[in-house]
């Protein structure tokens, strides 16, 4: 079975699992803030505990022998353990690896993002079962669009009415997918 690396290191960040006790820190990071959430999936945390349970998920995750399920890292700077961020990633078993990143705020518009993205797509793309490394962002999270070029991702299209951004409505929204093949 592919696994992941359960740590890795990029030039200014280190990645490694999620433990529940990381809630605390995550939520004053950026969980809390629903300008981080604006285009996600989720919603941004009102309390720590519903955060911490996701994040025990997350940890769960790693354990399972069952490859398809989101594997995620938390994001700190170097030499230290404070989460900043977070990344993920799907083996969806087909030979396509589907990744997600959410940063702190404050850590916006460093090339974080793109640094740790482009470090999982090689890795993905070095890896002889998987061919496609993908991710998809909202029509109008333009920065996130940008991010999926800098990590050697193509603009393929757009698809329709793909994901809901409770923070946005409950209306299904448009997604540009981007992808890296090889
Ligand atoms: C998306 C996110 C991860 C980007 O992280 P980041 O570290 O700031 O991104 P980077 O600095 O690597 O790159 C941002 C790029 O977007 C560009 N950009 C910023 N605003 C833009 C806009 N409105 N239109 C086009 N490009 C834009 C920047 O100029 C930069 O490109 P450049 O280096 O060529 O100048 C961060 O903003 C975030 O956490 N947002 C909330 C969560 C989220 O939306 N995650 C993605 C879900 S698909």
Redesign the pocket.
């Known amino acids: 079975m592919l696994r992941p690396p359960a740590t890795f290191a990029t030039a200014r960040l280190g990645a490694r699992l999620p433990t529940a006790d990381d809630a605390p820190a995550v939520f004053a990071s950026?969980a809390n803030d629903p300008?981080?959430?604006?285009?996600?999936a989720w919603r941004a945390y009102e309390r720590v505990e519903p955060l911490a349970a996701c994040l025990r998920e997350a940890a769960a995750n790693w354990e399972q022998r069952d490859a398809h399920l989101p594997r995620t890292w938390l994001l700190c700077l170097k030499g230290t353990a404070t989460p900043i961020?977070s990344i993920g990633v799907t083996l969806e078993g087909n030979g396509h690896a589907m990744f997600?990143?959410?940063?702190?705020?404050k850590?916006?518009?460093?090339?974080?993002?793109?640094?740790v993205?482009t470090y999982l797509v090689d890795w993905a793309l070095a890896q002889p079962s998987l061919y496609r490394a993908y991710?998809?962002?909202?029509v109008e999270?333009?920065?996130?669009?940008?991010?999926?070029?800098?990590a050697g991702m193509l603009r393929e299209g757009i698809l329709r009415r793909w994901h809901v951004a409770p923070t946005l409505g409950p209306e299904p929204r448009d997604?540009i997918v981007c992808a890296k093949v090889r």
Do not use: H, I
Not at 35 to 40: A, F, H, I, K, M
Not at 110 to 115: F, I, S, T, Y
């Open positions: 950026y300008e981080v959430t604006r285009y996600l961020g997600g990143y959410v940063l702190a705020k850590f916006w518009g460093r090339g974080m993002a793109a640094e993205l991710a998809y962002c909202d999270n333009l920065t996130s669009a940008r991010v999926m070029e800098k997604c």
